[in-house]
Nanobody, 129 residues
């Protein structure tokens, strides 16, 4: 059964950094756009970043642009999210998912969570002030 497993979350002080990983098992998603989303306390799930299958094209939410970097290693079936200059407002459970309609695309098709599948269990990121 295909699944995604996120890891790398934790507690960090404001201004610190974390690197999240999203590993695929059961099948590969190397030909698909992958996305990171987050859900803070009492908030709806929101888009963070996405990367096309080749890794050449990335797209970020305005709130994280310049601070977060999404990347992927298709040989390891893994997608990463490097988070720098973290703020307390970044506190959330972070999820990765697959745009299953976004195979071999040269642009990010959508940032809507409704269009992504194979959600992992998430990893908690807590940023203290």
């Amino acid at each position: 059964q295909a699944q995604l497993v996120e890891s790398g979350g934790g507690l960090v002080q404001a201004g610190g950094s974390l690197r999240l990983s999203c590993a695929a098992s059961g099948r590969t998603f190397n030909s698909y756009t992958m996305g990171w989303f987050r859900q803070g306390p009492g908030k709806e799930r929101e888009f963070v970043a996405a990367i096309t299958w080749s890794g050449d094209i990335t797209y970020y939410a305005e709130s994280v642009k310049g601070r977060f970097t999404i990347s992927r290693d298709n040989a390891k079936n893994t997608v990463y999210l490097q988070m720098n200059s973290l703020k307390p407002t970044d506190t959330a459970v972070y999820y990765c998912a697959v745009d299953s309609k976004g195979a071999y695309r040269n642009s990010v098709r959508t940032s809507s969570s409704n269009e992504y599948e194979y959600w992992g269990q998430g990893t908690q990121v807590t940023v203290s002030s």
